[in-house]
Structures are given as structure tokens and as C-alpha cells.
């Protein structure tokens, strides 16, 4: 080992003064080279450290929030009122026997005359929700007062019905009629 030491020391006296620098210019960039190094590793460090810790308070404040009897009151609350506004059902075809029913004991209710409630399509299951529309059309005769007292109907049933279109067609030797297309809430039950 120490003649390793005594060769390189006499290898370095036999350099001349620019190869010296160079050497010294080299060694100077390794250091460099590792103290960014170093700097970049304690950096990235640090930010783990402080993303970890943010991870941390927010997870623990989920878990208070979570805990809180408040919260989940209100939780059970909102759940109720999903539950309560949708047609809960393990059939599809239930289902939309339940909201054509609905939809027509609403209309009658209203004062509509000669209703006809049809179901379309239902609509495919997107990503994991487990709400559905049922696609619903009603058709009746049109009257403004039973138009208005069938709007006021819709809002005070439990059923969630969402309305997307209303057109009122009339004939001149025919009653004018009116077609509404809505949708209305399904979560299909587990069987």
C-alpha cells in the first residue's frame, strides 16, 4: 500500500504544472459533480419528507372528519335521500315498470288526460356508478293548467325526475298534445 502512495506522489512531482491543472481542474468537477449530487438527493429528500407529512394531516384529518357523529349523520342523511329519490330494484324491467307507474300517477294526479307513459333504453352501467337513467316519455293531452299543476307535481314527489325536453303539438282540427321526455334515478339492487 505504500508503495502505491510513493508512485502516485512521484507521478504527480514528475508532472508538469499544466498537467497539474488539468488533474486539479478534474478533481475539482468530481466534487462538483457530488456536492450537486448530494444537494439533488437531500432536496429530493426533503420533498418526500414533506409530501409524506402532508399525506400524514390528511389523512388525519379524514379520519376526524370520518369519526365526527355529525358527519356521519349527515352522511346517512344524503344516502337516504339517494335512496329515497331513485328506484331501487335488482330488475331492470321492474324498474321501469316502478317509473312508468310513478310518472303516470303523477300525470293523472295533475289533471293531465288521455297519458301514456313509455320507458326507453336504459342506459349502460359508465365506469363503477350505480346510478342509472331510465329514459321515460309521457304523453298527454296539453292544457296549461294541468301543465303547471303537473310541474308542481313533478317537484313535490320523492321520485327524482329530471326533465330534458317538452314539446306541445298541435293539429288544427286535433287538441294540441304534449311529449315530455325525462329520466328519472335506478340503482340496481345487488341480487
Known sequence: MMTLWRELLLSLRAMTARERAGLAMLAALLVTALAAGSLDWALGAGLAAHEAQARHAQAAATLARDSDPAFQESLAVETNKVWRWS????????????AIAALEGVALQAGLANVAVTAGELAPRENSSAVRPLSLTLSA???????????????????????????????????????????????????
Open 141 to 191: 293531452d296539453f292544457d296549461w293548467a294541468s301543465f303547471l299543476a303537473l310541474l308542481e307535481a313533478m317537484q313535490a314527489t320523492d321520485l327524482s325526475l329530471t326533465l330534458e325536453a317538452v314539446e306541445v303539438a298541435a293539429d288544427q282540427d286535433q287538441a294540441p298534445t304534449l311529449t315530455m321526455r325525462l329520466r328519472a334515478p335506478f340503482m340496481q339492487e345487488a341480487q
Open 87 to 98: 328506484i331501487v330494484e335488482a330488475s331492470e324491467g321492474v324498474a321501469q315498470a316502478q
